[in-house]
Structures are given as C-alpha cells and as structure tokens.
C-alpha cells in the first residue's frame, strides 16, 4: 500500500449473471490508483460499465473479483455498517439529477448529511454557508429548489456533497443534466473548491470535453481501464 494513494484497485473484476444462466463480464482485472488529492474521469460508450465501476469503487456494490482499498481499509472486508460509516465519514456523491428535498432549503439540503449524523451544529451552519458563498450561492441560502435555477440546484448538490469534507468525491455525470455552459461553469467553481478542500475526485462522464478538465483521463472500453 503506497501512503499517497487515497484509493487503489486490485485485480478489480465485475460480472452478472443473466437470466439464461450466460455470464457477462462487465470488466476484468482493473488495477487502478488514486493519489490524495488528485482529479481523473473515467469516459467510455454507452454501457461501457462506467456507473458499475464508480457504484464499486464506493462501496455501493460488490465486485466478483478484485478489491477496491480507500484510505488504507479493504472494502471487501466491511461489513453494511462499516461501509455505511466509510461512506458517511470519508465520500461525497453527485449525481446528474440533484436529488434535493424539495421541502428543505439551499442551506438545509446541504446540512442535510450532517442532520442524518446528528452533528448538524453551529459550526456546521457556518461552514454550509461559506460553502455556499464559495459556490455563489450566498444569497440564495434560504430558497427552495424549486427557486433555484438547474445550475443553481447543481450547486446546492455539490455543496451538499463537500460538507462533511470527505477525501473523495464520486460524480456520475454531475453536469449532464446542464446545457454547456452553465456545465462548464459549475464545473469551474466545482474544481476550485476541490483544490481548496483538497478532495479527490472520480467523475463519470460521456463529454470528452468535461473529462478533459481533470488531471487524468481513463477510458473504459472492452472491460479495461487505459489512458
Ligand atoms: N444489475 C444488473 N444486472 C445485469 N446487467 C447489468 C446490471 N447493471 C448493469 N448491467 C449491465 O452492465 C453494463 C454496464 O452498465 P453501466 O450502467 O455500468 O454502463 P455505463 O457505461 O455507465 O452506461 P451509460 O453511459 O449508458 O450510463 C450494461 O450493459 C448493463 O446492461
């Protein structure tokens, strides 16, 4: 185990078993590391296996083979509530939709980890908020989603999804429900408070155009990972 690395693969393999009894591999034999810190998407077609891989490498889902280690711990060898714990503590999720309780606001949607930790405190209040105001969102901490532009909503996810400032930060298609600009500035503002937090980050995403703002860019294809 090399200190450096905040998450590493070992001989990572995925498949399911088909209703006519035939296997279908999804991906075999991925070895893959990511350092402290650093930025990588994972692009590939359609179907490719990347949503498999990222719901793998966040404990959400098991491999057949292989194991996924972050921050030192074998996955494979936590049981639910160890996992539950892991993910609480050390992960944060954004996904394409936002996913925010449309009865709670901007600043209680992005307490709302803290709230379900019951550690929903003065300081946490205070920390949502600068998070908020570093995503330009200062004004708008008291408006419901439904008065929120869809970057705007985005936003609030991705403040949500740092409050607990968790070491890595998993995206499945985080702008892919934005037109291109809007994609680009969220991004924008997403990646410097990455830097900031100094988070790691796995994004999952179709747009070559998104993938390249990352330091590394993986490509899975035929059930590999490769530059
Ligand atoms: N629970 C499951 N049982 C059987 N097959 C599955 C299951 N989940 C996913 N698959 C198959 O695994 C393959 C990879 O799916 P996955 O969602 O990981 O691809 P993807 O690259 O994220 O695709 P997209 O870009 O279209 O979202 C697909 O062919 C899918 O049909």
């Known amino acids: 185990m090399n200190n450096n690395y905040i998450l590493q693969t070992t001989k990572l393999s995925k498949s399911f078993t088909q209703s006519s009894g035939d ?110 105001s570093k995503l330009g969102l200062g004004k708008r901490t008291q408006h419901y989603p439904s008065q929120l532009s869809g970057g705007e909503r985005q936003r609030v996810a991705i403040a949500r999804a740092v409050i607990n400032q968790p070491k890595i930060i998993f995206a499945d298609e985080p702008t892919g429900n934005l037109d291109n600009t809007t994609a680009h500035q969220v991004l924008d503002i997403f990646l410097s408070l990455q830097q900031e937090l100094n988070t790691s980050l796995i994004m999952v995403t179709h747009d070559h155009e998104i993938a390249s703002r990352t330091q590394q860019k993986l490509t899975l294809h035929n059930g590999e990972l490769a530059n």
């Open 23 to 132: 296997k279908l591999q999804i991906f075999s034999n991925i070895n893959f590391n990511l350092e402290a810190g650093a930025t990588v998407s994972i692009v590939g077609s359609s179907g490719s296996g990347k949503t498999s891989l990222l719901q793998i490498l966040a404990g959400l889902d098991s491999p057949t083979d292989g194991y996924v280690s972050i921050d030192g711990e074998n996955l494979q060898q936590m049981n639910s509530n160890q996992l539950c714990q892991l993910r609480n503590k050390k992960l944060g999720f954004i996904y394409q939709f936002h996913h925010l309780l449309p009865e709670f606001t901007a600043l209680e949607n992005t307490l709302m980890p803290l709230i379900i930790g019951n550690k929903s405190d003065k300081q946490g209040k205070e920390y949502a908020n600068y998070i908020l």
